[in-house]
């Protein structure tokens, strides 16, 4: 089971309990849930590494280290070395409460050894971590801190329980420390959290398991979000017509490429054609002209000099895609305040955003047509907030970018999140080799051909970010990560808009 393979919903840790507690009293004990869990658990370990026989668990109070106590009575029912370590001080017996504890007695009956954790050497093969679940809150202590640091010193293979301990489910901020995983196991619902942020790096392969929870309890909890997936690219963009023409493909204007910054309006123009715009036309620089048609003939190529020269290619436009390389002098400025004063869809990126931070008056424009998509600097400054406070909740930032300048708001980084007033949406795809220049202007050209195709500006927004994203992770299965650029998305993209 991969990324691809989740379920698209998305909760908060409140929302798992509540379908936790719907669940219990649908019908289904506690205690059978958590048995459901540590079996899932266990299977998946199993399958991902068939040949260890020797297990560490190490386990809190909660129920977390409940499902922890289930995996230990599995692994030596089938012959396995367990080492239970237990963690939280003397009283951990006598503080157990709940199915936490009948998972404790029923490890009782089964004569599975114990110790109380006192930074003892791992004799395990493989870590399971059972630490803390989705309940912490604040940053992690003693004596959980200095076992999370020995975890993730062992140089072992380690599977998480629900949720990495010390990952925040809600936000995916590290609270301080965190269990470095190489599969999560997560139940019930997905949390948000280990999706976004720094979500990603800690949860390793995640997994997913409903423990045969019926679809009643479902549709009694609300979301937290979307999770965007393969399935969302057949519904949202399907074969064309036989007797499709270019004019029903819709025509992007891509504006932007100031002196020295041509190469950006230039692929952001060829992601728009690759990704099934019916035509592109580039404004830009006049000393541009021959490098972009050299490189993109079949685009249209007109050199501005102002504004006021925008006007007749603007009207013949369905969507303008500005700011890649657009720059942030008058050239820029006046050809931002041109497109803002059509009525047309827009997508907003790089310098057009940092136009809009310059020139507060400019988000007053055009709220309601627009696509902004900042990365997580961008979006800091448009907030007027610091990078690391805006990271801190990213949820909670992209639906603040939303009410202050409407329209859709992409908040790109790990877990890219969209919020266009009403439902909000993460995108799973995508992988570190996108740290490289050019990747955003690649988007926003995939945003605008989508725009151009007839999506809302909401599904072309949610359904670019998946489709960017899945073409890097095909580039990077191809030749790894490192040195990934971003005109090396352009010929996956083709592949994936077409369902290849």
Known sequence: MSHSDLPASLYTAKQTRALDQTAIASGVPGFKLMQRAGHAAFDRLRQRWPDVRKLTLLCGGGNNGGDGFVVAVLAQR?????????????????????????????????????????????????????????????????????????????????????????????????????????????????????LTHEGPAFTGELLFDGLRVSDDVYESVDVAGFITGADDLSHLLPPRNTTTHKGDCGHVLVIGGDTGMGGAAIMAAQAAGRCGAGLVTVATRAEHL?????????????????????????????????????????????????????????????????????????????????????????????????????????????????AAFGGVALLKGPGSLSFDGDALHLNPTGNPGMASGGMGDVLSGVIGALIAQGLSAADATRLGAWLHGAAADRSAALYGPRGMQATDLLAQLRLLVNGL
């Open 78 to 194: 089938l012959g396995m070395q367990v080492q239970l370590l237990c963690v939280g001080g003397d009283d951990f017996a006598a503080r157990l409460s709940g199915e936490a504890l009948q998972a404790w007695e029923w490890l009782q009956t089964e004569s599975v050894a114990w110790q109380l954790y006192n930074e003892q050497p791992f004799t395990g093969e493989l870590i399971i971590d059972g630490l803390l679940g989705t309940g912490i809150s604040g940053e992690v202590r003693d004596p959980f801190r200095t076992a999370i640091k020995q975890i993730n010193r062992a140089g072992l293979p380690v599977v998480a329980l629900d949720i990495p301990s010390g990952l925040c489910s809600d936000t995916g901020a590290v609270l301080g420390v965190a269990v470095r995983a190489d599969m999560t196991v997560t139940f019930i619902g997905v949390k948000r959290g280990l």
């Open 290 to 402: 021959s490098a972009l048609l050299s490189r993109y003939p079949e685009a249209m190529a007109v050199g501005v000099r102002s504004g006021s020269e925008l006007e007749p290619f603007i009207e013949r436009a369905d969507v303008l895609v500005v700011g890649p390389g657009l720059g942030k002098n008058a050239w820029g400025e006046q050809l931002l305040m041109q497109a803002l004063g059509a009525d047309k869809p827009l997508v907003l990126d790089a310098d057009a955003l940092n136009l809009l931070t310059l020139r507060r008056e400019f988000g007053q424009r055009n709220g309601e047509r627009w696509v902004i998509t900042p990365h997580p600097g961008e979006a800091a400054r448009l907030l007027g907030c610091s990078v690391a406070g805006l990271q801190a909740d990213r949820f909670a930032a992209v639906v603040e970018l939303q």
